[in-house]
């Protein structure tokens, strides 16, 4: 049996290895700008291949005479995508190949954060009010109907790229405008204030096999724009909040059609009426190392688990490992100092150390809940004395 991933950054090394362990044969396709700095675990797997590629995209044209040339001699029967970017690439060689998994249709509800919007609203789960930003009367009427502020956002980035927060009509008319003809990949939506949650999921056959819910800190939105320390922890377990995202979620993937894979979604509860809203998902492992964060506390790594269910393709039963149950915060910041000098964070509970310049990264993990919230208040407070750095606000994805 073989697999092809895409990989257009580097991403998924843990994915890859549990492919070899189950005996695939694992075909890489990634970005030709970084063939030099990646390194890959280039003994998990048979064969690698370069796409070229603009900041990491591919020409979707190139990509399909790419791949379909590979299989006049090979038989893909997986096809993954390890990045966010790649999610929706993968869905147009599998309809096109015709191999099985996610298609089209299912990918759009976990990349665009319009069709995901739209697709929630239709399964009864409350969504933030929300506008296309295609048709001006619509967009007229949807800012006499629903109080300021407002966030304008494009439909398919991440990390909080390329989004703004509007107070007045007249600032949003005067972006939409400036956006031109770009205005139809936009989304406009009510900006519900309070805090933000994630839920990262393993599902196998339309159900949650394994799922935990964790809290930001910061608002992303806040750290991406005013700077700041990112953290987010893992909730109590048995907590009211924890129970409702739960709770959620189920609906949320149900809901969105995933049949298989992992995910990380997003929900706000609202400060003012303390309701659960969905605010967005996907069909991938988290980014800005949640993985390593869910592993701290559970042992559950997200990426062999999500090997396993897609080889697992609904022929093979699967039930995710015995998970720990124990805490893990996390926290990234930039760092003033190329190589960040960490000793300082010496505590028996700090379990993972970044190692990327001009950065600083620790993974907190204690049984006591209490505990990691503890040190993740006084790393943060630390981190904001030693090392934090602000960078302006990012047009360009650089994960
Ligand atoms: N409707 C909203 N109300 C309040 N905050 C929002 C809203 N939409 C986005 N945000 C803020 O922007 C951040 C990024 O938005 P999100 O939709 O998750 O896109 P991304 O793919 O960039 O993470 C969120 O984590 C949150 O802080
Ligand atoms: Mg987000």
């Known amino acids: 049996m073989t697999i092809l991933c895409l990989a257009s950054y580097e991403k998924g090394h843990e994915f890859l290895r549990e492919c070899k362990r189950q005996g ?56 993954v995508p390890l990045d966010d970017f790649d999610v ?49 009367g619509q967009v007229a009427a949807f800012l006499e109907r629903v ?23 007249q600032e949003v008319w005067e972006t939409v405008h400036a956006l031109g003809d770009e205005q139809f990949r936009y989304v406009l939506e009510r900006f519900v204030a309070g805090d933000i949650f994630h839920v990262d999921s393993i599902v196998f056959e339309r159900q949650v096999r394994f799922a935990i819910s964790s809290g930001y800190g910061k608002p992303p939105l806040e750290v991406a724009h005013a700077g700041g320390i990112f953290t987010t922890r893992i909730l109590e377990r048995e907590s009211e909040t924890a129970r ?10 149900t809901g969105l059609g995933l049949l298989r894979g992992v995910s990380h979604t997003e929900y706000i509860i609202g400060r003012d009426d303390g309701h659960v809203y969905f605010l967005e998902t996907s069909a991938r492992v988290g980014g800005a190392h949640i993985a390593e964060l869910v592993e701290a506390a559970t042992g559950i790594n997200l990426w062999a688990e999500w090997a396993k269910v897609e080889l697992a393709g609904g022929h093979v039963p699967y039930a995710p490992p015995q ?19 960490t000793s300082q964070f010496a505590d028996p509970e700090v379990v993972w150390k970044m190692e990327k310049s001009h950065h600083i990264g620790l993974i ?14 006084d790393y943060t407070a630390r981190i904001a004395r030693d090392y934090h750095a602000v960078e302006p606000p990012q047009q360009q994805p650089s994960h």
Do not use: C
């Open 244 to 253: 409702r995202l739960l709770a959620e979620n189920q609906r949320v993937l």
């Open 147 to 169: 109080p300021g502020p407002w966030v304008l956002k494009p439909r398919s980035m991440a990390g909080a790229i390329g989004i703004r927060k509007l107070a007045s009509a």
């Open 88 to 136: 929706e690439v993968a869905a147009m060689l599998r309809e096109q190949l015709r191999v099985p998994g996610m298609g089209e249709t299912t990918a759009h509800y976990f990349r665009d954060k319009l069709a995901m919007r739209m697709r929630a609203a239709d399964a009864g789960i409350r969504v933030p009010d929300f506008v296309h930003v295609l048709n001006h």
């Open 323 to 341: 998970s720990r149950e124990d805490y893990a915060g996390l926290l990234v910041s930039l760092a003033r100092q190329e190589h960040p000098d």
């Open 24 to 79: 695939w044969n694992v075909v890489l396709l990634t970005s030709e700008s970084i063939r030099q700095e990646a390194r890959f675990p280039t003994e998990s797997m048979d064969e690698i291949f370069y796409m070229a590629d603009d900041h990491h995209r591919w020409d979707l044209t190139h990509t399909l005479n790419a791949v379909a040339y590979l299989a006049r001699t090979r038989s893909f029967d997986r096809i």
């Open 364 to 377: 907190v993990r204690s049984p006591r809940p209490a505990r990691v919230r503890e040190l993740l208040e």
